[in-house]
Nanobody, 114 residues
């Protein structure tokens, strides 16, 4: 069974940085499309960043210039988050796909104190 496991969340002061990691297990197939979502309390889950098989990237407007998504050949993806703001607080989830099936991680909490 394919699983995604996030790590790297935590408590950071505004202006600080965090690097989230997402590692896939249970498959030898390279996952090429990755995305990071987040969900703040009382708000719907939103797409933060995604990277396509060709390397193209998309970002939520509010994180452009501060966040950077990347992936590794070892079936992992990363989200580098700089200049963090209190509004970046939330649970961050990574998502990939195997064929037509979406795969989600369990989430990692990011808390930015002002």
């Amino acid at each position: 069974q394919v699983q995604l496991v996030e790590s790297g969340g935590g408590l950071v002061q505004a202006g600080g940085s965090l690097r989230l990691s997402c590692a896939a297990s249970g498959t030898v197939i390279s996952l090429t499309n990755w995305a990071w979502y987040r969900q703040a309390p009382g708000k719907p889950r939103e797409l933060v960043a995604r990277i396509y098989s060709g390397g193209q990237t998309d970002y939520l407007d509010s994180v452009k210039g501060r966040f950077s998504i990347s992936r590794a050949h070892s079936n992992a993806a990363y989200l580098q988050m700089n200049s963090l703001k209190s509004e970046d607080t939330g649970v961050y989830y990574c998502k990939s796909a195997l064929g037509s099936r979406d795969i989600w991680g369990q989430g990692t909490q990011v808390t930015v104190s002002s």
